[in-house]
C-alpha cells in the first residue's frame, strides 16, 4: 500500500504542469518546497525530497562545526588575552563573540546563522507628532503642542508613523559628549536605509530594527577600541550580529561619517528582517546604499560609471556562485565593485527588482537556508543565471546608466 501510494504521488507529478505542481505544493502549505524543488522539466519527486533531506542534514552538520570551531577560536583568544592582562574590563571586552563585516579594505569574518532579535511593525509603541505655529511665527513639531488655539495644531502622526517604526536606535559615546546634529543625521539615514529596503523586502518581512551605534570621537580612538577586540586592522568600521552593535568611528566629514553608517546598518537591517543573505547581495546592498547623495528631498543612487569598465567580461553567474571566504580573498575589490554593479543591474529593469523581492522572501521564510544561485535564479529570473548574467553584461556593453531616486 505504500508503495502504491508513492507511485500514485508520482503519477500525479509527472502529469501536472509546471505551474500546477506549484499550485499543489502551496495548496499543501509547503510554498518552502515549492521555490527550491526542480518544478520543470519533470523530475522525481521523491527522489528531490529525499535530495534536499541529505542537503539539510549536510548542512546542519556544517553549520555545527562551523560554530564549534568558531568558538574554539574564540574560546583560544580569550585565554590569550588572559594571559598577557588581568584588567576584568578588557577580559569582558574580549569575552564577547563577534561575526564582524566591514567596511575600509572591506574585510569579512565567516558568518555564523544568527538573526537578531526585532519587533513587528504593528506591535511596536506609536508615537503622537504635532506640528504647530507659535504667535511669533515659528513652525514647531513635537509631541505636546504648546498652544491653546488647537485649532492650529496639526496631527502628523499617521504621516510619520512608517518613520517612528522603522529603526529603534540607541548611540554610545565613549570618552566624548556625543554631538546631537551627528545623533539626529544618524537616525535619518536609519530611516532612508529602512525606506529603501522596505521596498524590496516583502512586508510581511519587514520589522522594527533594534540597533546599537558606538560612535568613536575620532578615528583614532575608533582604532584603540578595534586593537582591545582584536578586529582586523584594515577595517574602517564593522557591525557585530552577535551583540547587533555597529563601531564607527567620525569621519573628517559628516558625509563620510554617513556613507559608513548607511553602509553598516544595511548589514544590521538584512540581518534582523532575513537573517544571513548572500555575500554579494548584502554588500552589494550596502554598497548601493553607501553611494547615495541627497538632491533637495530626494536621495539619487549614481552608478559608477568611471569604474565599470573594469567590468568587461565579469560573470555575474561566477559572482553568484562566489563562496563567502572567498569573496573577501585576494580579489575582494573586484568583487565589491561588480556586487554593487549587479545589484544595481537588478534594481534597474523589472524583472531584477521583481527577483529580489521574491529572493529575500525565500530568505524570509527561511532563514538561514541555503540554495544554490541556480536555484535562486531558476525559479524567479527569465532563463536563470545564464540569462541574468547575459543581460548584466549587455546592461555594461550598453553603458548608459539611469539614475535611481528614492
Known amino acids: 500500500m505504500l508503495l502504491a501510494f508513492f507511485l500514485s504521488m508520482e503519477v500525479v507529478w509527472f502529469s501536472c504542469e509546471p505551474f500546477q505542481r506549484q499550485q499543489l505544493l502551496e ?16 523530475y522525481p519527486l521523491l ?21 564549534q570551531e568558531y568558538e574554539a577560536e574564540q574560546r583560544l583568544k580569550r585565554e590569550k588575552f588572559k594571559q598577557s592582562e588581568n584588567n576584568e574590563q578588557n577580559e569582558n571586552e574580549h569575552g564577547q563573540a563577534f561575526d564582524w563585516q566591514s567596511t575600509g579594505q572591506h574585510y569579512a569574518a565567516k558568518m555564523l546563522c544568527r538573526k537578531p532579535k526585532t519587533q513587528g511593525l504593528d506591535n511596536v509603541s506609536k508615537q503622537k507628532i504635532y506640528k504647530w505655529v507659535d504667535e511669533h511665527g515659528r513652525t514647531h513639531y513635537g509631541e505636546n503642542p504648546n498652544l491653546e488655539n488647537e485649532s492650529k495644531v496639526q496631527d502628523l502622526s499617521k504621516q510619520y508613523e512608517a518613520l517612528q517604526q522603522a529603526v529603534k ?28 529596503l522596505s521596498h524590496y ?21 575608533f582604532e584603540a577600541q578595534r586593537e582591545k577586540q582584536q578586529a582586523n586592522v584594515q ?19 559628516n558625509e563620510q ?20 543573505v548572500p555575500v554579494w547581495i548584502n554588500e552589494g546592498l550596502a554598497e548601493y546604499m553607501e553611494s547615495f547623495r541627497w538632491q533637495m528631498n530626494v536621495v539619487i543612487a549614481q552608478p559608477r560609471v568611471n569604474q565599470y569598465g573594469r567590468l568587461q567580461g565579469a560573470s555575474m553567474k561566477q559572482l553568484a556562485n562566489t563562496e563567502h571566504q572567498d569573496f573577501y580573498g585576494a580579489d575582494s575589490q573586484m568583487n565589491y565593485l561588480q556586487a554593487v554593479a549587479s545589484i544595481y543591474f537588478l534594481l534597474d529593469h523589472q524583472a531584477g527588482r521583481e527577483w529580489l523581492k521574491r529572493s ?32 548584466f553584461n549587455a546592461w555594461l556593453n550598453k553603458g548608459k546608466f539611469a539614475s535611481h531616486r528614492y
Open 201 to 221: 523586502v516583502p512586508k510581511i518581512y519587514q520589522r522594527q530594527i533594534n540597533l546599537k551605534i558606538i560612535l568613536f570621537k575620532d578615528v583614532k580612538d
Open 169 to 196: 536606535l540607541s548611540i554610545e559615546y565613549p570618552n566624548w559628549a556625543g554631538d546631537s546634529l551627528i545623533e539626529s543625521e544618524i537616525k535619518k539615514q536609519g530611516k532612508l536605509v529602512h525606506k529603501v
Open 360 to 391: 529575500f522572501a525565500f530568505y524570509g521564510q527561511n532563514p538561514c537556508r541555503k540554495i544554490s544561485a541556480q536555484q535562486l535564479f531558476g525559479q524567479n529570473y527569465p532563463e536563470g543565471i545564464d540569462g541574468a548574467s547575459r543581460n
Open 235 to 253: 577595517w574602517g568600521a564593522y557591525y557585530s550580529s552577535a551583540s547587533n552593535t555597529i563601531y564607527l568611528p567620525r569621519y573628517p566629514t
Open 257 to 276: 561619517t554617513m556613507a559608513i553608517a548607511r553602509h553598516e546598518m544595511t548589514h544590521a537591517m538584512l540581518a534582523g528582517m532575513l537573517g544571513p
Open 47 to 67: 527522489t528531490q525530497l529525499y535530495e534536499l533531506r541529505l542537503q539539510d542534514h549536510d548542512r546542519a552538520l556544517e553549520e555545527l562545526q562551523q560554530e
Open 27 to 42: 495548496a499543501l502549505g509547503r510554498d518552502d518546497l515549492a521555490r527550491e524543488i526542480q518544478l520543470d522539466p519533470y
